[in-house]
């Protein structure tokens, strides 16, 4: 076993700005522009319209913010065959170029039936999480919001449109001239996902005045581990978190993917064991942020963390998750489904977590079983966005749980009912 050695002290329950960054008041431890139909506000993707006036009115604080990619997803089933035929190799995630994308799209409009939505890991998680607390339950309806970088292309208008609909603000201006990034989904029928990635100007996040006003407003910030391939994005991303932390927010981030992390290890590190209070990542990603073996389980490696950051969550496919706090760890048994797409889970997942701590639960058990029930409904459908009378119920029934448990929050005792 190899892990992760970190120089300096590391105070894992010290406050930032205000705010206290101990968890361990949680119970459950003992511790060629391819434009084609895309107008704006095109309606070819999975997602209802919520129900909402979509008030353009903007609130005066912000439950979340996150700071991430914004693409375009197309998201089809195919054959393994289909993956021969276009030379993808099943299973991978790759960077495209422009040819690249526009060849294996043609493929696709060539008799395979597929689905666009405004995509990119981070915006699945701020749909889900909006849906959830669009409604009164529990508390007030969640204020959400994402920054980002998205071109003045017809794309950009269909991905800024869609966040619109599902009540997730988009506050970034298009770029002039600007591509906007798109993400090509397969899935096969065994529930792989291959996904080739054109970046297009997703990966141009500025720290400039609006974002600095915008986070000074927020009560959690969640960075998207895809910026930090690039040099110029964690600058912004490094600003981001110093100014989330003096205004008393919670920073999460986002591990995003294996490669992701193992290029850009260093950089993963200096964002994750300085700034983060909540970190989210899989089996494979949190062994990769530990330097541990694939033979070392997730459990270890969730334990591992949570000495270095407050609150860990590690989802483990179908076999469940872990929630880790000092050291400590509760599993989190999956929840039933049958699986027809697993693309999005582990964004589904982060909502659940999210959602839990904006609506002030303290019981961890109850929390990650939200965020499991999630996962499992984008895992049984095509699509990775939450549908609203799915949010609907698992809102409500999470509220009857917060309600109903003999453990409840103590207002003020805490940072998480601090909010």
Not at 99 to 111: F, H, I, K, T, Y
Not at 385 to 406: K, P
Request: charged share 25%; proline share 3%; net charge negative.
């Amino acid at each position: 076993m190899k892990g992760r050695r970190v120089s300096g002290d590391f105070e894992t329950s010290g406050r930032r700005g205000g705010v206290s960054r101990d968890f361990s008041n949680f119970t459950g431890c003992s511790g060629g522009e391819y434009t084609k139909g895309f107008e704006s506000g095109s309606d070819s993707d999975e997602d209802e319209k919520d129900d909402d006036d979509n008030n353009e009115e903007r609130p005066e604080r912000w439950d979340v913010l996150g700071l991430g990619q914004a693409m375009v997803d197309f998201s089809g089933m195919v054959d393994d065959e289909f993956l021969e035929r276009v030379e993808i190799e099943k299973g991978t995630r790759k960077l495209v170029n422009h040819e690249e994308r526009g060849r294996v799209l043609r493929a696709m409009d060539d008799g395979c039936s597929y689905k666009a939505a405004a995509g990119g890991s981070l915006s699945n998680t701020l749909v889900a999480l909006a849906r959830l607390g669009g409604q009164p339950l529990g508390g007030p309806v969640l204020n959400v919001a994402m920054a980002g970088s998205v071109g003045s292309d017809p794309l950009g208008g269909f991905y800024r449109e869609k966040l619109h609909r599902a009540n997730v603000n988009f506050l970034s201006a298009p770029i002039k001239d600007g591509t906007t990034g798109t993400v090509i989904v397969l899935t096969t029928p065994d529930a792989q996902r291959t996904m080739l990635a054109y970046q297009g100007t997703s990966s141009t996040v500025s720290y400039d005045s609006c974002l600095d006003s915008v986070i000074s407003k927020t009560k959690i910030l969640i960075v998207e581990g895809y910026l930090l391939e690039f040099p110029h994005t964690i600058r912004t991303i490094i600003k981001a978190c110093q100014n989330a932390h003096r205004h008393g927010a919670l920073v999460a981030v986002t591990a995003s993917d294996v490669s992701c992390i193992e290029r850009n290890y260093d950089d993963f590190w200096d964002i994750v064991g300085n700034h983060a209070d909540i970190v989210f990542a899989n089996g494979d990603e949190a062994r990769a942020f530990c330097h541990f073996s694939s033979n070392e389980s997730p459990l270890s490696a969730t334990r591992y963390l949570s000495h270095f950051v407050p609150l860990v969550s590690v989802t483990d496919g179908p076999r469940g998750s872990y929630i880790g706090v000092k050291g400590e760890s509760v599993y989190i048994p999956p929840s039933p489904c049958v699986p027809v797409d697993s693309c999005g889970a582990g964004d589904a997942y982060a909502s659940g977590i999210l959602y839990g701590i904006l609506r002030g639960a303290s019981d961890l058990k109850g929390m990650g079983t939200l965020a499991a029930r999630v996962a499992s409904i984008i895992v049984r459908q095509q699509g990775t966005h939450l549908q609203v009378q799915d949010a609907i119920e698992l809102a409500e029934s999470f509220t009857f749980h917060i309600e109903s448990s003999v453990i409840r929050s103590d207002v003020g005792s805490d940072h998480i009912s601090s909010f």
